[in-house]
């Protein structure tokens, strides 16, 4: 796959995470010392895969038909009379011929199963998308998971918990290239295999910058992480020959030695060198390809390429505020960071934790599995029922080494670069916005109590927030749903706003002012909003979506040079629909607090959500000025096109929020009118 080269890595045989892991120079000793030590029961990833149907392409008509009603809330009966026609052009010309060529494209890998060779009809054009994008990886792409606090957080601080979480996530890792750690299944019968290729690029992975399109470098037999302070980077084994990992004590103990040593953060004017990393991506393409002049430079980043993964020890405390800590999570909030790694766990002067991700290689739900075991085997907790079984115990090693400082020499050129950045990168952050909502008035329970979908109950409260605040109903709404039940999905649109969706948010207010008789009419039209959600999440769930087919006949066109330049992909409508102005999506783990995440459009809002028995929480997320996206879009859209002038507000959002779910259950809870 050209928009995917590993350098390092050749993924092109089926084979074992052992064999994955053996291929590097010291990973023969590593693997001997697994075998030795390996007495849990092991899984074969690959014979997993082979349980999964591949991601289905569905018919174009059905798209299509799926397409307008989509759209339809979105526009007026004069844009909706333009859309028909547009579609109808795309059915009788250029559409069957592409959908002909996509449908033989993906004949063509229908006996590619194995882990590193499995492939699906909109891989290419996924992995182009996102690697393709010339935009700041931060903030507009990589997610914060911010985790709950470990019980012991006081007594540990932040050495401990860094090297609590450290060893677990390194432990986790050990267990995964030694075949013991259990596959995923999407149902808690555990009948119905979830696809792992993404682990594939859980660890010692990196984007790296390239003019035009990036690459993912994955670095064969690492056995080291790479660690933030202030504006140095360090590095430190944390597996022995023999796969034993760190233990958290020794952890904390060389943790310790890093923070007594640099007890004050960095001067302002001092060069962090990870900033870089921070722009837009020709740019930063060819800045590290100036860095890499210097023997020096080119040392010290291959080291942190190779890394497992990153560790940032921040100086600063977080905590306060939930908002703070979000901000912080998925800004850095001026602190040093390397975006382009894998994942960066972060802690807080207080052992706060969270972790932020490059989100090219993999979704959520893949580092959510590793977070939520690792989290609860540094807690001393159950996993959660229904889950794949804990990772077996991993020999543990005190026999570790001093933590060592990188080395840079930056020229002139790079040392104004990296003050560009800085300052550039500071502008987007600052415009960047968020509010936590944790409201604790009622959760799942509640609404599963209604006999109606909590997500769906959810969904709606966001739109009526919005109608409320900003007076509109007709918005693009766009919930990330997960295709991880079929090989190589990873996932699928829910577009939320509906007919009934839009029947329901119009008239609720005025419902909710007319008594028993509104209260009933409202819960009707609260209960065919629901239910048609319910409807639409299950469809994309089983592939049936509009967004992930359209989007790939979109791409294949712009390859194959017809087709692109439809009525349908330059109507008015596919522009409001690839406007998500509301991007949600929904994490839910008993380790994290929320899933954070930058809007995805100037007018927008980002809304990550989880969902309790008893709560709900919506990081809430705005820019207040103009983003730094590179003024590229989702599905050919140009961002700068689409502003209008909307001026958005988490706070007030995350109260109308509020506010929207009270009246919901006010709604939902209704006795029936008394009948004359």
């Given at each position: 796959?050209r928009l995917c080269q590993f350098s390092r890595l050749v993924l092109s045989i089926p084979f074992t995470m052992m064999q994955w892991v053996a291929r590097g120079r010291t990973s023969v000793q590593l693997q001997r010392g697994l075998m030795s030590s390996a007495v849990a029961r092991t899984f074969d990833w690959n014979a997993h895969q082979e349980g999964l149907?591949?991601?289905?392409?569905?018919?174009?008509?059905?798209?299509?038909?799926?397409?307008?009603?989509?759209?339809?809330?979105?526009?007026?009966?004069?844009?909706?009379?333009?859309?028909?026609?547009?579609?109808?052009?795309?059915?009788?010309?250029?559409?069957?011929?592409?959908?002909?060529?996509?449908?033989?494209?993906?004949?063509?890998?229908?006996?590619?199963?194995?882990?590193?060779?499995?492939?699906?009809?909109?891989?290419?054009?996924?992995?182009?998308?996102?690697?393709?994008?010339?935009?700041?990886?931060?903030?507009?792409?990589?997610?914060?998971?911010?985790?709950?606090?470990?019980?012991?957080?006081?007594?540990?601080?932040?050495?401990?918990?860094?090297?609590?979480?450290?060893?677990?996530?390194?432990?986790?890792?050990?267990?995964?290239?030694?075949?013991?750690?259990?596959?995923?299944?999407?149902?808690?019968?555990?009948?119905?295999?979830?696809?792992?290729?993404?682990?594939?690029?859980?660890?010692?992975?990196?984007?790296?910058?390239?003019?035009?399109?990036?690459?993912?470098?994955?670095?064969?037999?690492?056995?080291?992480?790479?660690?933030?302070?202030?504006?140095?980077?360090?590095?430190?084994?944390?597996?022995?020959?023999?796969?034993?990992?760190?233990?958290?004590?020794?952890?904390?103990?060389?943790?310790?030695?890093?923070?007594?040593?640099?007890?004050?953060?960095?001067?302002?004017?001092?060069?962090?060198?990870?900033?870089?990393?921070?722009?837009?991506?020709?740019?930063?393409?060819?800045?590290?390809?100036?860095?890499?002049?210097?023997?020096?430079?080119?040392?010290?980043?291959?080291?942190?390429?190779?890394?497992?993964?990153?560790?940032?020890?921040?100086?600063?405390?977080?905590?306060?505020?939930?908002?703070?800590?979000?901000?912080?999570?998925?800004?850095?909030?001026?602190?040093?960071?390397?975006?382009?790694?894998?994942?960066?766990?972060?802690?807080?002067?207080?052992?706060?934790?969270?972790?932020?991700?490059?989100?090219?290689?993999?979704?959520?739900?893949?580092?959510?599995?590793?977070?939520?075991?690792?989290?609860?085997?540094?807690?001393?907790?159950?996993?959660?029922?229904?889950?794949?079984?804990?990772?077996?115990?991993?020999?543990?090693?005190?026999?570790?080494?001093?933590?060592?400082?990188?080395?840079?020499?930056?020229?002139?050129?790079?040392?104004?670069?990296?003050?560009?950045?800085?300052?550039?990168?500071?502008?987007?952050?600052?415009?960047?916005?968020?509010?936590?909502?944790?409201?604790?008035?009622?959760?799942?329970?509640?609404?599963?109590?209604?006999?109606?979908?909590?997500?769906?109950?959810?969904?709606?409260?966001?739109?009526?927030?919005?109608?409320?605040?900003?007076?509109?109903?007709?918005?693009?709404?766009?919930?990330?749903?997960?295709?991880?039940?079929?090989?190589?999905?990873?996932?699928?649109?829910?577009?939320?706003?509906?007919?009934?969706?839009?029947?329901?948010?119009?008239?609720?207010?005025?419902?909710?002012?007319?008594?028993?008789?509104?209260?009933?009419?409202?819960?009707?039209?609260?209960?065919?909003?629901?239910?048609?959600?319910?409807?639409?999440?299950?469809?994309?769930?089983?592939?049936?979506?509009?967004?992930?087919?359209?989007?790939?006949?979109?791409?294949?066109?712009?390859?194959?040079?017809?087709?692109?330049?439809?009525?349908?992909?330059?109507?008015?409508?596919?522009?409001?629909?690839?406007?998500?102005?509301?991007?949600?999506?929904?994490?839910?783990?008993?380790?994290?607090?929320?899933?954070?995440?930058?809007?995805?459009?100037?007018?927008?809002?980002?809304?990550?959500?989880?969902?309790?028995?008893?709560?709900?929480?919506?990081?809430?997320?705005?820019?207040?000025?103009?983003?730094?996206?590179?003024?590229?879009?989702?599905?050919?859209?140009?961002?700068?096109?689409?502003?209008?002038?909307?001026?958005?507000?988490?706070?007030?959002?995350?109260?109308?929020?509020?506010?929207?779910?009270?009246?919901?259950?006010?709604?939902?809870?209704?006795?029936?009118?008394?009948?004359?």
């Open positions: 796959d149907p591949r991601l289905p392409l569905p018919k174009l008509d059905e798209t299509l038909g799926r397409y307008l009603d989509a759209v339809t809330p979105l526009a007026s009966p004069e844009e909706l009379e333009k859309t028909i026609a547009a579609v109808n052009q795309f059915a009788n010309n250029d559409g069957p011929r592409l959908q002909a060529l996509l449908a033989e494209r993906d004949a063509a890998g229908v006996n590619q199963r194995a882990l590193g060779t499995a492939t699906s009809y909109v891989r290419p054009f996924w992995n182009a998308m996102y690697l393709g994008g010339r935009y700041p990886v931060n903030i507009n792409s990589n997610p914060a998971l911010i985790m709950k606090d470990l019980p012991a957080k006081a007594s540990l601080g932040q050495t401990g918990v860094a090297a609590a979480l450290t060893s677990a996530i390194s432990r986790w890792y050990v267990a995964m290239i030694s075949d013991r750690v259990e596959p995923d299944f999407v149902d808690k019968a555990k009948k119905a295999p979830g696809c792992m290729e993404e682990y594939r690029f859980l660890f010692a992975e990196t984007r790296i910058p390239k003019t035009g399109t990036d690459e993912l470098l994955i670095s064969d037999g690492s056995k080291h992480i790479a660690i933030l302070r202030g504006a140095d980077v360090y590095a430190l084994d944390v597996i022995d020959s023999a796969g034993a990992v760190a233990s958290p004590t020794t952890l904390s103990d060389r943790f310790a030695s890093l923070v007594e040593l640099t007890p004050h953060p960095a001067d302002e004017g001092v060069a962090r060198v990870g900033t870089l990393t921070s722009q837009e991506r020709n740019w930063w393409a060819t800045e590290r390809s100036e860095l890499l002049l210097s023997p020096v430079n080119r040392q010290s980043i291959e080291v942190i390429d190779r890394a497992l993964f990153v560790v940032a020890l921040d100086h600063g405390d977080y905590s306060s505020d939930p908002s703070t800590t979000l901000t912080w999570g998925v800004t850095g909030a001026g602190e040093h960071r390397w975006w382009d790694k894998n994942f960066t766990l972060q802690v807080d002067a207080k052992g706060t934790a969270c972790i932020n991700f490059e989100h090219a290689p993999y979704d959520g739900a893949t580092v959510v599995r590793m977070l939520e075991d690792m989290w609860c085997e540094a807690s001393g907790r159950a996993l959660p029922s229904g889950r794949p079984g804990p990772v077996p115990p991993i020999p543990t090693t005190d026999n570790v080494e001093q933590c060592t400082k990188l080395s840079f020499k930056l020229s002139d050129h790079s040392a104004a670069a990296v003050q560009q950045a800085t300052s550039k990168f500071n502008q987007f952050a600052d415009i960047t916005k968020f509010k936590l909502l944790d409201f604790r008035e009622f959760g799942k329970g509640a609404m599963k109590s209604w006999k109606m979908s909590p997500d769906g109950c959810i969904q709606m409260a966001y739109q009526l927030a919005y109608y409320r605040l900003h007076g509109d109903h007709s918005v693009s709404v766009y919930e990330s749903c997960s295709t991880k039940r079929f090989l190589r999905g990873r996932t699928e649109a829910i577009r939320s706003n509906t007919g009934a969706s839009s029947a329901f948010v119009a008239n609720a207010d005025e419902l909710l002012g007319q008594g028993a008789p509104g209260l009933e009419a409202a819960r009707q039209l609260l209960e065919a909003a629901t239910a048609r959600h319910r409807d639409m999440a299950s469809a994309a769930s089983q592939a049936k979506g509009i967004d992930r087919h359209l989007f790939s006949l979109l791409s294949l066109a712009q390859e194959v040079g017809f087709g692109a330049d439809a009525p349908l992909f330059k109507d008015a409508m596919w522009t409001k629909l690839n406007t998500s102005v509301l991007s949600t999506s929904n994490v839910n783990s008993e380790a994290l607090v929320v899933l954070g995440f930058g809007a995805v459009c100037p007018q927008g809002y980002g809304l990550g959500y989880t969902v309790e028995e008893d709560a709900v929480r919506v990081a809430v997320s705005n820019y207040i000025g103009d983003p730094d996206t590179g003024g590229s879009g989702f599905g050919g859209v140009t961002v700068a096109a689409v502003t209008d002038g909307v001026k958005t507000n988490c706070d007030a959002m995350a109260e109308a929020i509020a506010q929207a779910l009270r009246d919901i259950q006010r709604i939902a809870t209704a006795k029936p009118a008394a009948k004359l």
